[in-house]
Each structure stands twice: as structure tokens, then as C-alpha cells.
């Protein structure tokens, strides 16, 4: 049983996020599934006070960023934000195996669907905001084609197991569930990829990031493309 100081120092976490932001779901995931208390805090970078607090803090201005005020420390990024909730605020699913060589693997898969699904997802995603004499159809294509490999990739990885990188929900799903999401959107692949198709399902249907889905609801009609995405009811 959590004590009522380990509560408090809980609660001087703080989320710089937007709940639209896939990066920012991987993180919520996270926390969800630990069941870390924590302080949202809305970023608007659209608004000039939000995003010069947000710049003060953090001055790439990308979000996620975690705040721990009980150790004084900023931190930013998907995955160091995870690992660094794993080290010093563990709980409820471990999401970094203790084993050496399960955790390359999950190291492995985390970085493959960040690098091969989520970040040409979000150059596909990004070329909508541009004016359209700024669009850059030829990097379009080449991350189209990125998603294509990685989505073959995946589908023959999810033949034989569960979750990402095995039998044990971990960090490479945190990673992967938001990647697909909105690749499904922009790329759809569920009639074409069976395997990868039943894990996404297995994804929206996992309580973390249910919750995930259901709190960014609101704002899907802020998603920059003419497809918008759908919440799943399990």
C-alpha cells in the first residue's frame, strides 16, 4: 500500500501534453498502466502564454516533457520520459523487463515503431499544415513507403505473439499503439494485415490506453487530415 507522502511526492509530476499528440499518448499509456498520479498540463502552442510557458520549460517546444518538481528535473521525450517514470516511480506494469536480453528486445521495438511507423506518420500528418505551395509530395511518398516495410515487418512479427515483443505488455506497446492508431487512419491496413490488425484491436481495447482514446475524443476534428480518426467502443 502506497503511503500518503509516496501519494504527494506522486503528485508533483507534472505532463506537458495535448491529447491529440500520439507521442504524448505513448506516455499516458505509461503512466496509466504504473498508475502514477500526476498534473496535466495543457499545451496550446497556438496560444502565446501557453507556449511561452511551455518554451521557458522546455525550449524545443515538443511535447511530451515531464516536470518532477520532488527531484527537480525536466524531462523530455517518449522514452526517456518512460524509462525515467520506471527507475524512480515503478508500479503497477513494468513496462522495462529486468532481463537483459528481453529488454533489447523491447528497446528494439520501441525504437521501430517510433522511427519505421510513428515519425512518417506524423511527415504524412505534418504535410497537411503546410500551405500547399510548401508540400513536399516526394517526402510524402518516401515515408509512405516507410510505413508500407514497417507494417509488413510488423504483421510477420505479430503471427506468433501477443504484444510487441512478446508475451508481456511493455514499453514497445506503449510505443506501437498510437503508431498504428493513426497510421490506420492515414494508411489504412486493417483488411490488408490480419496479424497487425488483431493487435491493434488488442491495443484500444486495453484499459490504458481505452482511457487514452476516450480523453482525446473531443479533439479527433482537430486532426489535420480529411479522414478523421474513430474511437473503437470495445
Given at each position: 500500500?502506497?503511503?500518503?507522502?509516496?501519494?504527494?511526492?506522486?503528485?508533483?509530476?507534472?505532463?506537458?501534453?495535448?491529447?491529440?499528440?500520439?507521442?504524448?499518448?505513448?506516455v499516458l499509456i505509461a503512466l496509466y498502466e504504473a498508475g502514477i498520479a500526476f498534473e496535466p498540463i495543457f499545451v496550446d502552442l497556438g496560444d502565446e502564454k501557453?507556449?511561452?510557458?511551455?518554451?521557458?520549460?522546455?525550449?524545443?517546444?515538443?511535447?511530451?516533457?515531464?516536470?518532477?518538481?520532488?527531484?527537480?528535473?525536466?524531462?523530455?521525450?517518449s522514452t526517456?520520459?518512460?524509462?525515467?517514470?520506471?527507475?524512480?516511480?515503478?508500479?503497477g506494469t513494468r513496462l522495462l523487463p529486468a532481463d537483459v536480453d528481453q529488454a533489447w528486445q523491447v528497446?528494439?521495438?520501441?525504437?521501430?515503431?517510433?522511427?519505421y511507423v510513428h515519425h512518417p506518420m506524423q511527415k504524412v500528418v505534418g504535410d497537411n499544415l503546410r500551405p500547399a505551395d510548401k508540400r513536399d509530395p516526394f517526402g510524402v511518398a518516401q515515408a509512405k513507403t516507410q510505413i508500407d516495410k514497417a507494417f509488413d515487418v510488423a504483421e510477420a512479427a505479430m503471427q506468433s505473439r501477443t504484444w510487441a515483443a512478446g508475451e508481456?505488455?511493455?514499453?514497445?506497446?506503449?510505443a506501437a499503439a498510437p503508431a498504428l492508431f493513426y497510421a490506420n487512419t492515414v494508411m489504412p491496413f486493417t483488411r490488408t494485415?490480419?496479424?497487425?490488425?488483431?493487435?491493434?484491436?488488442?491495443?484500444?481495447?486495453?484499459?490504458?490506453?481505452?482511457?487514452?482514446?476516450?480523453?482525446?475524443?473531443?479533439?479527433f476534428e482537430l486532426f489535420p487530415m480529411e479522414k478523421k480518426p474513430q474511437l473503437v467502443e470495445p
Open positions: 500500500m502506497r503511503t500518503e507522502a509516496e501519494g504527494l511526492l506522486r503528485m508533483s509530476l507534472k505532463l506537458y501534453y495535448h491529447p491529440l499528440s500520439s507521442f504524448c499518448h505513448k501557453s507556449s511561452a510557458s511551455f518554451r521557458a520549460l522546455w525550449p524545443i517546444a515538443k511535447f511530451p516533457v515531464l516536470r518532477d518538481e520532488a527531484r527537480n528535473c525536466t524531462v523530455p521525450e526517456v520520459i518512460i524509462t525515467y517514470l520506471g527507475t524512480h516511480y515503478a508500479g528497446q528494439m521495438w520501441d525504437r521501430f515503431y517510433d522511427h508481456d505488455f511493455s514499453l514497445a506497446d506503449c494485415h490480419k496479424n497487425l490488425a488483431a493487435y491493434l484491436a488488442r491495443l484500444t481495447a486495453r484499459a490504458s490506453y481505452a482511457r487514452v482514446l476516450k480523453e482525446a475524443q473531443p479533439y
